[in-house]
């Protein structure tokens, strides 16, 4: 991963979000967009409000270099070069837009705690960006995560497709300190028999050891403490958010296919689920849109069994 955009709007979670990507070490030099996105209003000429919208942005604009400023700061000291961006437009739109031009690798945004009616309701930016992006994409939220003296609490929902291959590597690529937590989390439905027993001589149930045996020696490069869950639930999703909400999670990482056309549209798949229902931050992850299966599956060399 090389190219970030952070975007920010003087918001105390997008600070939030901001603090996150400080935390993350990594093993490669980054390449870090701070975004700050100034909406003008759609006004005539003759409007006598003009002068007042014009000093409104303009006034805008300073606020977002100011802020731009005490984000920096929060890089100092890392192997990051930080630059800014100021755009106008529609937030939601325009993060991914950019995130495009830039060829962004991951768009870093925060999002507000979300009630049980809230988590009903579409529209928000969060979910705008991370159904539209075209890359990986990191949904901050603040429950949970207080003490960034602690470790992070990870889980990665993994399976066999190629989105969980490139969760594993996204998550292999961060220098994670020694005292992150990882869980490696697969979920099945109706994994048992007759009588109510796991048949663990069952085809199945191997493939789903094996896979999670090969992730758990892939993560121990980065966390000496990963352990590995195969969990039976009738919803996928379902069955991520709430092992999240046992194990006092800091982030759920899960696989995704890059969307196009009208599929960005469609609802139901386990990461939009995740997103909406999570009290936790979520890191959606997409291969790169040049990137092929064959490439990606070039990268999973599974233990054999």
Request: net charge negative; charged share 25%.
């Given at each position: 991963?090389r190219?970030?955009?952070?975007?920010?709007d003087?918001?105390?979670?997008s600070?939030e979000?901001?603090?996150?990507?400080?935390?993350?070490?990594?093993?490669?030099?980054?390449?870090?967009?701070?975004?700050?996105?100034?909406?003008?209003?759609?006004?005539h000429?003759d409007?006598?409000?003009?002068d007042?919208?014009?000093?409104?942005?303009?006034?805008?604009r300073q606020?977002a270099?100011?802020?731009?400023?005490?984000?920096?700061a929060?890089?100092?000291?890392?192997?990051?070069?930080?630059?800014?961006r100021?755009?106008?437009g529609?937030p939601?739109?325009?993060?991914?837009?950019?995130a495009?031009?830039?060829?962004?690798?991951?768009?870093?945004?925060g999002a507000?705690?979300?009630?049980?009616?809230?988590?009903?309701?579409l529209?928000?930016?969060s979910?705008?960006?991370a159904?539209?992006a075209h890359?990986?994409v990191?949904v901050?939220r603040?429950?949970?995560?207080?003490?960034?003296?602690?470790?992070f609490?990870?889980?990665?929902?993994f399976?066999?497709?190629?989105?969980?291959k490139?969760?594993?590597?996204?998550?292999?690529?961060?220098?994670?300190?020694?005292?992150?937590?990882f869980?490696?989390?697969?979920?099945?439905?109706?994994?048992?028999d007759?009588?109510?027993?796991?048949?663990?001589?069952?085809q199945i149930?191997?493939?789903?050891?094996?896979?999670?045996?090969h992730?758990?020696d892939?993560?121990?490069?980065?966390s000496s403490e990963?352990?590995?869950?195969l969990?039976?639930?009738?919803?996928?999703?379902?069955?991520?958010?709430?092992?999240?909400e046992?194990?006092?999670?800091?982030?759920l990482?899960?696989g995704?296919?890059?969307?196009s056309?009208?599929?960005?549209?469609?609802l139901?798949?386990?990461?939009?689920?995740?997103?909406?229902?999570?009290?936790?931050?979520?890191w959606i992850?997409?291969?790169?849109?040049?990137?092929?299966?064959?490439?990606?599956?070039?990268?999973?060399?599974?233990?054999?069994?």
């Amino acid at each position: 991963m090389r190219k970030v955009l952070l975007a920010v709007d003087g918001s105390d979670i997008s600070d939030e979000a901001a603090r996150w990507v400080s935390t993350l070490p990594h093993r490669n030099h980054w390449d870090l967009t701070i975004l700050s996105v100034v909406q003008h209003p759609m006004v005539h000429d003759d409007d006598p409000l003009l002068d007042a919208y014009e000093k409104a942005c303009a006034q805008d604009r300073q606020d977002a270099v100011d802020h731009y400023g005490k984000i920096a700061a929060m890089f100092d000291d890392q192997s990051v070069s930080v630059s800014h961006r100021i755009e106008s437009g529609s937030p939601d739109e325009t993060i991914v837009e950019t995130a495009k031009a830039i060829a962004a690798d991951l768009i870093v945004v925060g999002a507000k705690g979300r009630s049980q009616i809230s988590r009903m309701l579409l529209g928000s930016v969060s979910d705008h960006v991370a159904t539209h992006a075209h890359c990986s994409v990191l949904v901050v939220r603040a429950a949970g995560r207080h003490e960034y003296q602690n470790g992070f609490r990870v889980c990665l929902a993994f399976g066999i497709d190629a989105p969980a291959k490139t969760a594993l590597r996204e998550m292999t690529e961060i220098a994670w300190r020694s005292d992150t937590v990882f869980h490696v989390l697969s979920i099945a439905s109706y994994l048992h028999d007759f009588f109510g027993v796991l048949p663990e001589d069952s085809q199945i149930v191997r493939q789903y050891r094996e896979n999670l045996s090969h992730a758990h020696d892939q993560l121990l490069a980065v966390s000496s403490e990963t352990k590995t869950h195969l969990v039976e639930n009738e919803h996928v999703g379902e069955g991520i958010v709430t092992f999240a909400e046992r194990n006092a999670i800091d982030m759920l990482v899960v696989g995704e296919k890059p969307r196009s056309g009208m599929s960005r549209f469609l609802l139901g798949s386990t990461s939009r689920y995740v997103l909406r229902h999570a009290n936790c931050s979520v890191w959606i992850a997409r291969k790169p849109l040049t990137q092929t299966e064959e490439e990606v599956s070039a990268e999973w060399q599974p233990a054999s069994p």
